[in-house]
């Protein structure tokens, strides 16, 4: 079973940056798609931004400008670089690996890390 182990998370005042970091127990090379997405209290996880094999990246129209998402294949980590954040930003941050099987995909989740940007 591959694990996800996000790191990075913290307290920051707003205005400030975090670099997010998701060490994948297995080669990453040939994973179409990683990705990130936050929870915040009481609300459905939402997408925050997606990196596919090829370095085609997608961000939500809200960290758009703000946030960067990569990878470096040879380390198996996925990184968010997440500068100017708002307070909104709070959330738990879980990192994601899709991995496509026939007519289908099998998606696999960090245990999620905390992300607090006060006023």
């Given amino acids: 079973q591959v694990q996800l182990v996000e790191?990075?998370?913290g307290l920051v005042q707003a205005g400030g940056?975090?670099?997010?970091?998701c060490a994948v127990s297995e080669s990453i090379f040939s994973?179409?798609?990683m990705g990130w997405y936050r929870q915040q209290p009481g609300k459905q996880r939402e997408?925050?931004?997606t990196i596919t094999s090829e370095g085609r990246t997608n961000y939500a129209d809200s960290v758009k400008g703000r946030f960067t998402i990569s990878r470096d294949n040879a380390k198996d980590t996925v990184y968010l670089q997440m500068n100017s954040l708002k307070p909104e930003d709070t959330a738990v941050y879980y990192c994601q690996l899709r991995r496509l099987v026939p007519y289908s995909a099998n998606d696999y989740w960090g245990q999620g890390t905390q992300v607090t940007v006060s006023s």
């Avoid at 940056?17 to 970091?21: A, E, F, V, Y």
């Fill in 31 to 33: 994973i179409k798609i």
């Fill in 17 to 21: 940056s975090l670099r997010l970091s």
């Fill in 47 to 49: 997408l925050v931004a």
């Fill in 7 to 9: 790191s990075g998370g």
